[in-house]
């Protein structure tokens, strides 16, 4: 019998950070459950990369913290309502491009993740670094979708009806930080 999930190649599994060291290091274990969630649902699409609306489904499956930063009950089930949405179909426009708002240098040790993608996994990483912090959870990569307005996550989350800087007023409320 076949695998449902086909196998991915060593460069497609993960991020891997400059230094040589174990990625899933850098990430909490709700972290690192996130990133494979949303490495089995790019597989599971035929996506060619991990996109940030990968990641954001993956949050609000893996993560409950992150994903009471998100809104109340009726809110988000619009959001995952839109991501399922997504997976059958609403996404297929997004399949042959590369999610990149060219807002962002291109972070190219980030392989299977689509620009934006890679750079938010690193923002996160550098934002749990701020905070004394070695590994980065949820609500890091929580803020780090967000904030860039041309990413696929952003755009879900607009047609959800949630507002971008209301998430990361509520992660800023929510680790006692500034919103940088």
């Not at 609500?139 to 860039?148: E, F, G, N, P, R």
């Amino acid at each position: 019998m076949q695998p449902r999930i086909p196998r991915q190649s060593p460069g497609e599994q993960g991020v891997r950070p400059s230094d040589g060291t174990d990625a899933d290091a850098r990430f909490s274990p709700e972290l690192a459950s996130v990133v494979s969630g949303a490495r089995r649902r790019a597989v599971r699409d035929g996506d060619r990369q991990i996109d940030t609306a990968h990641l954001l489904h993956s949050l609000l499956e893996y993560d409950p913290e992150a994903r009471a930063l998100l809104g109340d009950g009726p809110q988000i089930a619009r959001l995952l309502g839109y991501l399922v949405q997504r997976s059958i179909g609403y996404g297929l426009r997004w399949q042959s491009s590369v999610e990149d708002s060219g807002a962002l240098p291109v972070v190219t040790r980030g392989a299977g993740f689509s620009p934006l993608a890679a750079a938010a996994m690193e923002e996160a990483c550098a934002r749990a670094a701020r905070r004394g912090l070695t590994r980065a959870c949820g609500v890091d990569l929580l803020a780090a979708l967000v904030a860039d307005p041309q990413a696929r996550a952003v755009e879900v989350l607009g047609r959800a009806a949630v507002e971008p800087r209301t998430v990361l007023a509520r992660v800023a409320d929510h680790l006692g930080t500034s919103s940088r």
